[in-house]
């Protein structure tokens, strides 16, 4: 069974109201809610053998393994707690609470003799044998309860290391600094720095620790630990009580002397039951006993401790409820964007009605143009222009038809030839007529000279028409992306974070895919409908083209008649000067106008032909992929992805694999839930201490100050 040992050694420590309260704080902790929170403690802390775990040992009145040194390795958490059932529960509190095997280790024990095997076990689990780590950042959590405990939470740090050994590397010296600084920089720990006699202090690393993180010592009380070590009358005791007296390293709660127990022997005399009436005798006696008997002694320590603790809880329970506040109030957000639980198929499928309603909303207004909803953001800013996919596609087809109309032909007629430059090849007309002729005589039928076959139009066609797939296919697969960025926008917006993703990899995903598959093809059925048929316009634009090409020619013909007559104008009648003409010199100027070769001729008519039905097939193909393409097989079909009827057309499996929570979704809830009721709990006890009589009794307190805090 447990060692019993007095109530008196700790009930002075604890009222009755605060019992309650720090119950409370000590659910908040074994809920792991320090890693967020700092709560009110005692952090016992010291340089390497300095004794600090005799004075942990003292406070509680609870046995520990000071001659083994077991406990140093990681700290160490004492709760102890009054409860109706007597027990001991040892576990492990990792300091990443995803550490695995580690929330596993629970041990019950009858008494302390098993103690140090247990660590031994606890060491192993925290990896410290078995890296070859010589200390660990998780906290051995001690937890004694009893009718006759009194209620009060201790943390024994690792003692601070001067210089890494052969036992203890460089990395284990930064390692346990680390971890005692963590703890004592929480602003509600009180700390207990332990200072031992037996070395010079200004030499040990607690004391310049202290001050450096509690510059002010409002929440720091110095201990002095083995004073019997000391040559009586020599100036080293006379150093150390100054020291205690507050004149040498000053601290605003002041100093306190302890005598050990003999750690080394462990004697009868030296058990605990004994330990006060030693330490008396030695204080009642010698240089120490001119130092107040409030500063000496472990009953004069329960008491400035209690009124230590008292001054900080009523410090620090206004923020400690504003804090709490603030977290529960996080943490009931964070719940609120998991949604509703979803646990059967109809609760599911229900969710999905309620997102299908909201996303074809968004979706048709989005189309139509209408930006009137709290989901569009500014236009100004990239995601909102993405949420308006009207203006997208208006824009994105505009930029379609300009590169078409710049880059879309095979061939441009240039004045200077650049043969090798990307499309379009700048090429002259007489080079163009050349490979028009060339064209003629590899596709040349039954047509007499002079006369071209209308399939040569088509040819030159399907050539110069030939980068249109390469634009157009490009397009479509650019608006197609704007249109999946879109689509994830409304559903994270419909959907909420939780279902959102999975809704859009299980439904949208391969819905999209298919809509860019449908897409490519009728892309290119657009595309075959100009390369595998025959030209075929019935257009007025195209005969007047071909008429403004007659006209062209006409007009050349006029242009040599006057300037061989020297006329301003051919038009009407008119008598021409008595001057001697060349007659055959005219009508070679005419033959070069008219041309003589028939078959050049016949080359530049099926040019002219060729770029006047190029002009109106291209303006079509624009207006089909925008059309056919993108308003039919893109846009049309987006709200029916997710419309009331596929919703209700879909496979159970699919409807619980999208809407249904997932095991990473139902542990967040479960942990959600469980620490909001925790933070209420300790939310509604913390602000009903506020108003009660503790506050009256915390107010006393602070009025009359820390006793043998000494100036």
């Known amino acids: 069974m447990v060692r019993s040992f007095n109530i008196e050694t700790l009930n002075e420590l604890c009222s009755t109201d605060q019992l309650e309260l720090l ?122 309860s009893g009718p006759d405990r009194p209620h009060l939470t201790i943390i024994d740090m690792p003692g601070l290391i001067h210089s890494e050994t052969k036992s203890q ?66 100036g080293s005791e006379g150093l150390y009580i100054s020291l205690a007296g507050n004149n040498e390293v000053n601290f605003a709660l002041g100093w306190h002397v302890l005598k050990n127990l003999d750690s080394e022997t462990q004697k009868a005399s030296s058990l605990l039951a004994n330990r006060n009436a030693e330490e008396a005798e030695f204080f009642s006696q010698g240089a120490w006993k001119q130092l107040p008997s409030s500063m000496l002694g472990i009953n004069e320590l329960r008491k400035r401790l209690s009124d230590v603790l008292l001054r900080q809880i009523a410090t620090e329970l206004p923020s400690l409820i504003r804090e709490i506040d603030l977290k529960l109030n996080g943490s009931r957000e964070q719940l609120k964007g998991l949604g509703q639980p979803r646990c059967t198929l109809d609760e599911q499928r229900l969710r999905l009605l309620e997102i299908s309603q909201q996303f074809q909303l ?41 590169r078409l109309l710049k880059h879309g032909h095979r061939r441009e007629i240039s004045a200077a030839a650049q043969p090798f430059s990307t499309p379009p090849e700048l090429i002259t007309r007489e080079n ?8 003629m005589q ?42 999946e960025i879109f689509l994830k926008l409304v559903v994270t917006y419909a959907a909420g974070s939780s279902i959102s993703k999975s ?49 062209h020619h006409k007009e050349a013909v006029s242009s040599v008649i006057r ?11 008119q008598y021409v000067s008595e001057q001697r003409f060349e007659f055959t010199t005219l009508v070679d100027r005419l033959a070069k106008v008219t041309g003589t070769d028939s ?20 303006k079509r193909f624009v207006d089909d992929v925008a059309t056919e393409v993108i308003e039919q097989k893109l846009l049309a079909a987006l709200s029916k992805i997710l419309s009331p009827v596929a919703v209700f057309s879909m496979h159970p499996d699919l409807v619980e694999r999208v809407a249904g929570e997932s095991q990473e979704s139902r542990k967040k809830r479960e942990e959600l839930t469980k620490k909001i009721h925790v933070l209420q709990k300790g939310l509604s006890t913390c602000k009903r201490f506020v108003n009660s009589q503790l506050q009256a009794d915390l107010g006393i307190i602070l009025c009359r100050g820390t006793p043998g805090g000494g100036g």
């Not at 300037?563 to 009648?573: K, M, R, T, V």
């Open 563 to 573: 300037n061989f007559f020297s006329l301003a104008s051919i038009e009407g009648s």
């Open 169 to 234: 590397s460089a990395e284990d010296v930064k390692l346990v600094r680390d971890v005692v600084e963590t703890y004592m920089t929480q602003s509600r720990s009180v700390i207990l720095a332990v200072v031992s006699a037996k070395n010079d202090f200004a030499n040990q690393i607690i004391l310049n620790l202290a001050q450096k993180v509690d510059r002010r010592g409002s929440r720091t009380m110095g201990v002095i630990t083995k004073p019997d070590t000391l040559v009586k009358g020599s």
């Open 599 to 618: 078959e050049r001729l016949a080359a530049s008519e099926a040019l002219d032909r060729m770029n006047a039905y190029y002009d109106i097939a291209m």
């Open 442 to 483: 590899r596709t040349r039928g039954r047509e007499l000279p002079g006369i071209f076959s209308s399939m040569v139009v088509a040819d030159l066609f399907h050539q110069q028409s030939s980068p249109w797939e390469l634009i157009a296919q490009g397009h479509v697969t650019k608006i197609w992306i704007a249109v």
């Open 503 to 551: 809704l859009f990899d299980n439904v949208f995903q391969p819905a999209l895919k298919t809509l860019h598959e449908n897409a490519k093809v009728k892309t290119a059925e657009l595309l075959d409908s100009h390369r595998q048929l025959h030209p075929i316009t019935y257009n007025r634009e195209y005969a007047e083209t071909i008429q403004k090409l007659g006209y």
């Open 23 to 144: 119950d409370a704080i000590d659910q908040l902790r074994l809920e792991g809610i320090d890693h967020y929170i700092s709560l009110p403690q005692i952090i016992v802390c010291g340089d390497q053998s300095s004794g600090k775990s005799s004075v942990l040992e003292a406070i509680s009145g609870v046995p520990f393994p000071v001659k083994s040194n077991l406990c140093t390795c990681f700290p160490t958490e004492l709760v102890l707690r009054r409860a109706h059932d007597t027990g001991v529960s040892v576990s492990i509190t990792p300091e990443n609470p995803s550490k695995p095997g580690v929330h596993e280790f629970h041990e019950e024990l009858e008494g302390f003799e098993g103690f140090p095997a247990l660590v031994e076990k606890a060491k192993v689990i925290m990896g410290i044998s078995q890296s070859g780590k010589a200390f660990s950042k998780d906290r051995l959590r001690v937890e004694i």
């Open 362 to 402: 968004l979706v048709e207004r989005s189309i139509n143009g209408t930006y009137n909803h709290a989901f569009f953001e500014d236009a100004d800013t990239d995601q909102g222009y993405k949420q308006r996919i009207r203006a997208v596609i208006q824009n994105t087809n505009k930029e379609f038809a300009e």
């Open 432 to 439: 163009f007529l050349n490979h028009v002729q060339t064209i």
